[in-house]
């Protein structure tokens, strides 16, 4: 398991928010996660921001 993913579950709640905060037009459904499918939740992201995967990625780690 990647820190990234360890980050992920681990402070899922938190994380949610901050994304939710920083781009506006995530919505609950959009920031649905389930374990071991975190590039699907990348995705859902990117889709809706424009952002690019490692910008997405750098963005939680950065948290």
């Given amino acids: 398991m990647s820190a990234f993913t360890d980050k992920l579950k681990g402070n899922w709640n938190q994380i ?10 995530l919505t609950d459904d959009d920031l ?8 699907e939740l990348i995705g859902k992201i990117q889709a809706k921001t424009g952002q ?3 910008d997405v990625q750098k963005f939680i780690d950065n948290l």
């Fill in 32 to 39: 649905t996660y389930t374990e071991g499918k975190e590039d």
């Fill in 16 to 25: 949610k928010g901050k994304l939710k905060q920083q781009y506006g037009d």
């Fill in 52 to 54: 690019t995967k490692e």
